[in-house]
């Protein structure tokens, strides 16, 4: 009557009460266990008597129980196992808590695991007991004195028989999942907003915790993940988030694998290209639970707000959607003089056929001999880190294709513009002239002429201006030189000044090329310094 027409997965469930038990001697239980068994959504059976008060309260426990705690989702009756959707579910959290890789929960990964799901470690007798039970009802449920995957899953199946359906939704609630078992909303994509101007990154939280994860997956320790360790990695994902484009994204080792260096600044460019999609693969991979944290915004930096106190340890926010984990507005950046912000976009641009793509792997260190060797999945955006004034920065590239449009400003905003030309096509050059006149030439982002492919014989460009005239007649420093033709890897001079430009636009792009820009900048820095060490000395007076 209630499930009549409904799917096997949607009923709703149902207790089956016998009412006016004061009315029967003895008891129908034997009647009524058959239907029971037939139907796998009634939750449980009880005999009642409003009367004289006989199981009421029982009665509305079990109906509270059968909503907050059902049991279709998790358990088959009929096949007496968990169902897929559960199985998979809890095969996730095994191996988020698995946190050396071993596939076996050791006591301490156990009473931590207890400790984030139920608030406290389990004595040491009672976690003997645990594996004891799991040991005499399983052939390899507990293996080197840990809980393998398969007495994880039977100790909750265990749990499921024995009428305490509570303690696995804790499990699955405390991981984020809903009724349905799968990851909430409110989980995934905690609020969040980016003001305009703001760009996101991620803070030393987010680096420290991606940096364990891939050290638990390297499995060799080779510093490298191989395919089969990114797959690995990514098992705690409905699918893999990197396409085979990541190896031309980022740098590699010698053997083509996925460095550390080369994760870190593709989680970096992701942080900074789309933060929401960051915090939803944080969320898979446990950033709250395993961090301790509220949510998945406090791997991201927070120079928007006041710095807290310094502290051993800071404690979770009360709110976390009211820190605002982006970096400060550009503008302001701009009348101060300086950033606190450590990702810079520089886009390229220029004709089809001036070099951008061989640009961008230059970038990783990639020749134009071993970009023909290895050519992989084309990418249209790389990053990597350069010093700026002794500070690590990542720069990301991205190649704008030479059918762009720049319908709105934001096709062409960026902290850098890198206009390329072939030095050997006489028309090249005209493009770049053509895109900086309409769309940067009255903006404050700093532009970069680059003249590619310099180991071919110069051509005169045509028409009007020659390079050199068009950036002093815009007071933009001479154009670079560059080429990626040579045996050895290209130099980083040329991606260093880019960064240098992003990192202090308020200053004339002139001064890029000249000795008094660095001592400009060195002198600033000292100067900061002096007054930082004037301001400590008169605190510590004071007190």
């Known amino acids: 009557m209630v499930n009549g027409g409904v799917e096997k997965g949607s009923r709703i469930p149902i207790i089956l009460v016998g009412n006016k038990s004061d009315l029967q001697m003895g008891s129908s239980m034997d ?88 608030g406290n470690p389990l004595a040491p007798q009672a976690l003997e007991d645990v594996k004891m039970v799991v040991w005499k009802n399983t052939t390899d449920g507990v293996q080197d004195n840990g809980l393998t995957l398969n ?56 680096y420290q915790f991606l940096q364990r994860l891939f050290e638990k997956h390297d499995k060799d320790q080779d510093g490298a993940l191989s395919p089969t360790e990114l797959q690995n990695f990514f098992s705690v994902f409905p699918c893999v988030p990197w396409g085979a484009e990541l190896y031309n994204t980022v740098c590699t080792t010698d053997k083509g694998l996925l460095s550390l260096h080369g994760f870190l600044c593709q989680w970096t460019l992701v942080a900074y290209l789309d933060v929401q999609h960051c915090l939803e693969c944080l969320g898979y991979l446990g950033y709250p639970i395993l961090s301790e944290q509220d949510s998945q915004t406090q791997a991201l930096t927070g120079t928007a707000m006041p710095s807290p106190p310094v502290a051993p340890r800071l404690p979770p926010l009360a709110h976390p959607a009211s820190l605002l984990p982006v970096t400060r507005e550009k503008r302001i950046d701009l009348e101060k003089g ?26 990783l260190g990639r020749s134009l001999a071993a970009q023909r060797e290895n050519p992989g999945e084309p990418s249209l955006y790389v990053i990597n880190t350069v010093q700026v004034n002794g500070q690590e920065k ?62 071919l014989p110069e051509a005169s460009q045509q028409p009007g201006l020659s390079p050199a005239e068009f950036c002093y007649k815009h007071c933009l420093p001479p154009p670079f030189l560059f080429s ?40 600033g820095t000292a100067v900061t310094a002096l007054v930082g060490f004037t301001l400590y000395r008169l605190l510590a007076k004071n007190k």
């Open 31 to 118: 009647v009524i266990l058959p239907i029971m068994n037939q139907f796998s959504e009634i939750e449980t059976c009880v005999e009642c008597s409003a009367k004289n008060l006989k199981n009421i309260s029982e009665l509305f426990y079990y109906a509270q129980k059968a909503v907050l705690h059902p049991t279709a989702p998790l358990y088959d009756p009929e096949e007496k196992q968990l169902k897929p959707a559960c199985a998979r579910a809890l095969t996730r959290i095994f191996s988020l808590s698995d946190q050396d890789n071993n596939q076996i929960l050791s006591d301490d990964e156990l009473n931590y695991f207890q400790k984030s799901c139920f």
């Open 151 to 206: 007495g994880f899953l039977f100790l909750n199946t265990l749990f499921i028989q024995r009428g305490r359906h509570e303690t696995t939704w804790t499990i699955l609630r405390r991981f984020g999942y809903d009724d349905e078992l799968e990851l909430t909303d409110d989980y995934l994509h905690p609020q969040f907003r980016v003001p305009p101007g703001c760009s996101t990154e991620l803070n030393h939280l987010g």
């Open 338 to 363: 300086q950033t606190q912000r450590n990702v810079f976009l520089c886009k390229v641009l220029g004709a089809r056929g001036a070099g951008k793509s061989a640009f961008l792997q230059a970038f």
């Open 394 to 455: 990542y720069l990301i590239l991205y190649e704008v294709s030479a059918d762009s449009k720049f319908t709105k400003p934001s096709d062409a905003a960026c902290d850098v513009a890198c206009f390329i030309y072939d030095l050997s096509d006489p028309k090249s050059f005209s493009y770049c002239a053509s895109i900086y006149k309409q769309h940067y030439m009255d903006s404050q982002i700093p532009c970069v002429f680059v003249a590619s492919k310099t180991d």
């Open 484 to 523: 990626c033709h040579g045996q050895g890897p290209p130099g980083t001079t040329l991606y260093t000044k880019l960064a240098t430009a992003a990192t202090f636009p308020h200053l004339n792009a002139v001064e890029l090329g000249a000795a008094s820009f660095w001592l400009r900048v060195a002198l």
